[in-house]
């Protein structure tokens, strides 16, 4: 069975740091671009960061450019997002998903990726 598991979410304060990560079973994400994104509610799901099978490039929305790092561990399998000088707009529930071609990775369209986890909410608060 082909899943993604998110992990690491939770509650921190402004300019904390949060990691998440993005587990791959059933497949091996080397090939494959990864991406990951947040949603509020009642707003649309955003692209936050995405990273390439292809060459490794990587894709950083301008709000989290400069304090996200998307990264790859091929021996586990999994993807992470480094989250640095967390904003009370970062708040939201994060997916990662992955887009089961060899090409650039891009934020948009979203329909482009092929597998979704269930997503992990973080929450940047007082």
């Known amino acids: 069975q082909l899943q993604l598991v998110e992990s690491g979410g939770g509650l921190v304060q402004p300019g904390g740091s949060l990691r998440l990560s993005c587990k791959a079973s059933?497949?091996?994400?080397?090939?494959?671009?990864i991406g990951w994104f947040r949603q509020v509610p009642g707003k649309e799901r955003e692209g936050v960061s995405c990273s390439s099978g292809t060459d490794g490039d990587t894709v950083y929305a301008d709000s989290v450019k400069g304090r996200f790092t998307i990264s790859r561990d091929d021996a586990k399998n999994t993807v992470y997002l480094e989250m640095n000088s967390l904003q009370f707009l970062d708040t939201g529930v994060y997916f990662c998903?992955?887009?089961?071609?060899?090409?650039?990775?891009?934020?948009?369209?979203?329909?482009?990726?092929?597998?979704w986890g269930q997503g992990t909410q973080v929450t940047v608060s007082l």
């Open positions: 059933g497949f091996t994400l080397d090939y494959f671009g």
């Open positions: 998903a992955a887009e089961f071609a060899n090409r650039k990775c891009v934020l948009r369209p979203d329909r482009r990726y092929d597998l």
